[in-house]
């Protein structure tokens, strides 16, 4: 059994949760490792939040309070009760207006960890909420729990070492989508490269209507994951021109996401070429599959004594990473070689 922590009871969250009530059912999730761990061993065992529609009930209403969209796909049976966390910088003017801060005084991070004798913490906290995500993975290591972080802040170069002095793993930083628009736009220009076609220039563009894409409006954090989804993308050609951020936040179009990708290029006695793509997919369970990976590779890393931001996981997992592998085909080839020499 894998006993995980939840921070932040947002749609990523509420689309975990529904898919391991699945799990337990039989119905399986395309396209996860086999692992000697089964999805169906990993147990929510505490949640943790801010906003005051979520504190206090249980996590199986939790995850449908807003301002959570995600569409309710299943009946999930879950007494445990979210507690308040500290907000630290987990709310700023911009998130204000749309997460109501609870009253409740918070809880003790450490001594909940280490009560619920926590294997995993998964961090989803909203994106640019960096000293919050630090404390918690400064909480998490404390009680020498596994930590997970699926947002941007660079927790991984922050705390990595710390972790690997303890032999525990940290995974991080910026959770790829298992298909999402920055996964998909590599991989195009990956097959456009192994065709000899040189790409020039490349753009992509992403609208949602959920907590994330809203956080992501305030300048500071749109120009963080500008920066980060141009820079995983650009690991894939030496020279060409790439942008990628995410540009408006479209309300009623709740968890669903619409990216938009240009890429033009050029071939033979110098035609070019120019494609067009617009992707229609949903956010928060483009996390799911990824997300269940990762707790049962934090748990088996950490068994075998292996601790630290280990760089085949990270490099096959997220966006900002130290390790960059040249593309998908060597990031996932060393990712297995990684399991292999796990057995």
């Given at each position: 059994m894998i006993r995980v922590?939840?921070?932040g009871i947002g749609n990523s969250a509420s689309a975990l949760v529904q898919a391991l009530e699945e799990v337990k059912r039989g119905i399986e999730i395309p396209g996860i490792l086999n692992l000697s761990i089964k999805p169906e061993d990993i147990e929510i065992v505490t949640a943790i939040d801010v906003d005051k529609r979520k504190v206090g009930k249980k996590l199986s209403e939790a995850i449908f309070s807003k301002p959570?969209?995600?569409?309710?796909?299943?009946?999930v049976n879950s007494d445990?009760?979210?507690l308040r966390g500290p907000t630290l910088d987990g709310i700023d003017d911009h998130l204000s207006k749309i997460i109501e801060e609870s009253d409740e005084k918070p809880i003790d991070v450490y001594d909940t960890l280490r009560e619920n004798n926590v294997d995993v913490v998964l961090n989803l906290l909203p994106v640019g909420a960096e000293k919050a995500s630090i404390f918690y993975a400064n909480e998490s290591l404390r009680a020498n729990s596994s930590f997970i972080n699926a947002t941007p802040t660079n927790v991984t170069e922050v705390l990595g070492s710390k972790y690997q002095d303890m032999n525990i793993p940290i995974f991080g930083d910026d959770l790829i989508s298992q298909i999402g628009g920055t996964i998909l736009h590599s991989g195009i220009i990956e097959f456009l490269q192994k065709r000899g076609v040189k790409v020039i220039r490349s753009y992509q563009i992403d609208i949602a209507g959920n907590t994330e894409t809203f956080a992501t409006l305030e300048d500071s954090k749109k120009d963080l994951k500008k920066k980060i989804k141009s820079s995983y993308i650009s690991q894939r050609t030496n020279d060409s021109e790439i942008v990628a951020g995410t540009?408006?936040?479209v309300e009623f179009l709740?968890?669903?996401?619409?990216?938009?990708?240009?890429?033009?290029?050029?071939y033979s006695l110098g035609s070019k070429v120019r494609i067009d793509i617009s992707m229609k997919t949903l956010d928060s369970t483009n996390a799911v599959q990824p997300l269940i990976d990762l707790i049962r590779l934090a748990?088996?890393?950490?068994?075998?004594?292996i601790g630290g931001p280990i760089p085949q996981v990270c490099g096959?997992?997220?966006?900002?990473?130290?390790?960059?592998?040249?593309?998908?085909?060597?990031?996932?080839?060393?990712?297995?070689?990684?399991?292999?020499?796990m057995k």
């Open positions: 922590a939840l921070v959570n969209v995600v569409e309710k796909y299943t009946e445990i009760i979210v540009s408006d936040y709740g968890d669903r996401r619409v990216s938009y990708m240009v890429i033009e290029g050029e748990k088996i890393a950490k068994d075998k004594g096959y997992y997220f966006k900002n990473t130290t390790k960059r592998y040249n593309n998908l085909d060597e990031a996932k080839e060393e990712l297995m070689k990684f399991l292999d020499m």
